[in-house]
DNA sequence: ATGTCC
């Protein structure tokens, strides 16, 4: 039981010591309010353990105040290890590959959208498919695909479906390096080939929101955001594509573990060498999802922007693309282990990169502000930006948390919201619309069954991993 | 998250 063994260390934050009777390397580290505490689930604590036994992990595992326990590693962990004597675990990464976060600008302002929000809600229904394996309007051809690899949101820009500045506001600018389409394989294109551009299901959305208030006015005008403003909120994946690489490659991982003789204590975390075959050809399957994922993003953005252009007769230029975050992804990056910068390979799972101003990796407006770090919440209350300021890169590889997290099971929400349509009608008389592909999502994804979001970015900001810039409030919601 | 069991 390793809620046992949690000692304080600070405000906000708790450590699970290093433990070699059960394999740790180096402790865990959790952030999380001592009224949080509670409700962070005990297999979670065992999984942010265990993935402080992967060989060459560096540090500490860290824990995010939403985690939640997923597929190997909770949902609001990183874990780092060493290029040369490290692992790579897909499982780190999850399924859904590059499942992330953006946000546009507009200049559209809250009364505006709210006069006309049911008219929104229709016209982005039909301009943004969701729901599980719904395709879309885009057919992806080989020289597609081959571009998506190679270019990842680029790709969208290049077919003349976004700006170019789209690209500059993106993490990594929307695409990564060493991605070949050969080690995604034949069975992810298929399952790929018609869904570019599509929501999917689950907690994935569209949101139309408004900024109601502004905690860094500084920040705010450099961002170009102001009170009152309407934003469009886009969280997606990888969807079939990124599954079946996630799928093939665990499947992988299980053999290569025998060939290397590694063990771990759940195999859910089944992992290779990053040196090996198999790890080379897992990364480079995982970042041509990711880059997949970048694309999708860009198309369903660029779709809104010519939707919400002719809905509201502006222009689509007048809406710019604020930022992209991958929270569920692992890449090669800059940190400061042992007193030295080194290479380290960073899994982030349902955790936002979270760099602070001065990181030579970011756009030059925000070296001077730090990153934006998208925080989502329920569909019902609210949702924040933040700003990655400098602790994260001592304290947490340089992350942040990345949404509310699940308080109620899926089977439990669906229990007590009685119907998606109370819920429909509930939000409504709220001024909030909302639509769901799903017969049921309405009522798995009500915003009791989140836990308060407010809560996760309090302790964050706490903790120095970001700062508070701006909240946000649904007006039209859009779910798979 | 996911052609929610090849």
């Given at each position: 039981?390793?809620?046992?063994?949690?000692?304080?260390?600070?405000?906000?934050?708790?450590?699970?010591?290093?433990?070699?009777?059960?394999?740790?390397?180096?402790?865990?580290?959790?952030?999380?309010?001592?009224?949080?505490l509670?409700?962070?689930d005990d297999?979670?604590?065992?999984?942010?353990?265990?993935a402080?036994?992967?060989?060459?992990?560096?540090?500490?595992?860290?824990?995010?105040?939403?985690?939640?326990?997923?597929?190997?590693?909770?949902?609001?962990?990183?874990?780092?290890?060493?290029?040369?004597?490290?692992?790579?675990?897909?499982?780190a990464?999850?399924?859904?590959?590059?499942?992330?976060?953006?946000?546009?600008?507009?200049?559209?302002?809250?009364?505006?959208?709210?006069?006309?929000?049911?008219?929104?809600?229709?016209?982005?229904?039909?301009?943004?498919p969701?729901?599980?394996?719904?395709?879309?309007?885009?057919?992806?051809?080989?020289?597609?695909?081959?571009?998506?690899?190679?270019?990842?949101?680029?790709?969208?820009?290049?077919?003349?479906?976004?700006?170019?500045?789209?690209?500059?506001?993106?993490?990594?600018?929307?695409?990564?390096?060493?991605?070949?389409?050969?080690?995604?394989?034949?069975?992810?294109?298929?399952?790929?080939?018609?869904?570019?551009?599509?929501?999917g299901?689950g907690?994935?959305?569209?949101?139309?929101?408004?900024?109601?208030?502004?905690?860094?006015?500084?920040?705010?005008?450099?961002?170009?955001?102001?009170?009152?403003?309407?934003?469009?909120?886009?969280?997606?994946?990888?969807?079939?594509?990124?599954?079946?690489?996630?799928?093939?490659?665990?499947?992988t991982?299980?053999?290569?573990?025998?060939?290397?003789?590694?063990?771990?204590?759940d195999?859910?975390l089944?992992?290779?060498?990053?040196?090996?075959?198999?790890?080379?050809?897992?990364?480079?399957?995982?970042?041509?999802?990711?880059?997949?994922a970048?694309?999708?993003?860009?198309?369903?953005?660029?779709?809104?922007?010519?939707?919400?252009?002719?809905?509201?007769?502006?222009?689509?230029?007048?809406?710019?693309?604020?930022?992209?975050?991958?929270?569920?992804?692992?890449?090669?990056?800059?940190?400061?282990?042992?007193?030295?910068?080194?290479?380290?390979?960073?899994?982030?799972?349902?955790?936002?990169?979270?760099?602070?101003?001065?990181?030579p990796?970011?756009?030059?407006?925000?070296?001077?502000?730090?990153?934006?770090?998208?925080?989502?919440?329920?569909?019902?209350?609210?949702?924040?930006?933040?700003?990655?300021?400098?602790?994260?890169m001592?304290?947490?590889?340089?992350?942040?948390?990345?949404?509310?997290?699940?308080?109620?099971?899926?089977?439990?929400?669906?229990?007590?919201?009685?119907?998606?349509?109370?819920?429909?009608?509930?939000?409504?008389?709220?001024?909030?619309?909302?639509?769901?592909?799903?017969?049921?999502?309405?009522?798995?994804?009500?915003p009791?069954?989140?836990?308060?979001?407010?809560?996760?970015?309090?302790?964050?900001?706490?903790?120095?991993?970001?700062?508070?810039?701006?909240?946000?409030?649904?007006?039209?919601?859009?779910k798979?």
């Amino acid at each position: 039981m390793y809620r046992n063994k949690l000692r304080r260390t600070g405000e906000v934050s708790w450590e699970i010591p290093a433990d070699s009777t059960r394999g740790m390397l180096v402790p865990a580290k959790i952030f999380a309010s001592e009224e949080m505490l509670p409700s962070i689930d005990d297999s979670a604590l065992t999984q942010i353990s265990n993935a402080a036994t992967l060989p060459g992990v560096v540090l500490h595992t860290v824990a995010m105040p939403d985690i939640h326990s997923g597929y190997g590693l909770p949902i609001g962990g990183v874990m780092a290890t060493d290029p040369v004597t490290g692992v790579v675990s897909p499982g780190a990464a999850g399924y859904d590959i590059n499942c992330g976060v953006r946000i546009m600008r507009t200049p559209i302002n809250f009364a505006q959208a709210s006069a006309v929000r049911g008219t929104l809600a229709e016209r982005l229904m039909t301009a943004v498919p969701g729901g599980v394996g719904r395709g879309g309007v885009h057919e992806l051809e080989h020289d597609d695909y081959r571009n998506i690899a190679e270019h990842g949101a680029g790709w969208a820009v290049n077919k003349g479906l976004g700006f170019k500045d789209d690209l500059a506001n993106c993490e990594s600018n929307g695409r990564l390096e060493g991605a070949e389409l050969k080690h995604a394989g034949n069975h992810a294109m298929k399952r790929g080939r018609d869904q570019m551009g599509t929501l999917g299901s689950g907690n994935h959305f569209c949101e139309i929101q408004h900024v109601d208030e502004i905690y860094d006015q500084e920040v705010a005008d450099k961002w170009g955001l102001s009170k009152g403003q309407i934003l469009v909120m886009i969280h997606t994946g990888s969807r079939g594509f990124g599954h079946q690489v996630a799928t093939e490659y665990l499947e992988t991982m299980e053999h290569a573990m025998k060939k290397y003789g590694i063990t771990v204590p759940d195999r859910e975390l089944a992992c290779a060498p990053m040196e090996s075959e198999e790890g080379r050809e897992y990364l480079s399957a995982m970042r041509t999802a990711a880059n997949y994922a970048w694309a999708n993003r860009q198309v369903i953005m660029h779709s809104v922007r010519t939707a919400l252009a002719d809905i509201f007769h502006i222009e689509p230029e007048s809406m710019r693309l604020l930022y992209d975050v991958a929270h569920n992804i692992i890449k090669i990056e800059r940190h400061l282990v042992n007193g030295k910068q080194t290479n380290i390979l960073v899994h982030r799972k349902g955790a936002t990169r979270s760099f602070p101003a001065g990181n030579p990796e970011l756009a030059d407006v925000f070296k001077e502000t730090g990153q934006p770090v998208l925080v989502p919440g329920d569909m019902g209350r609210m949702s924040f930006l933040l700003a990655g300021s400098a602790k994260s890169m001592d304290e947490s590889f340089g992350s942040s948390c990345h949404g509310a997290g699940r308080r109620l099971s899926r089977h439990q929400a669906l229990k007590q919201a009685g119907s998606g349509k109370k819920i429909q009608e509930g939000l409504s008389a709220r001024g909030i619309e909302v639509r769901a592909a799903g017969r049921q999502t309405l009522a798995e994804e009500m915003p009791d069954a989140y836990k308060d979001v407010s809560q996760v970015v309090d302790v964050v900001a706490t903790a120095g991993l970001a700062k508070m810039v701006a909240r946000m409030r649904p007006v039209v919601v859009i779910k798979g």
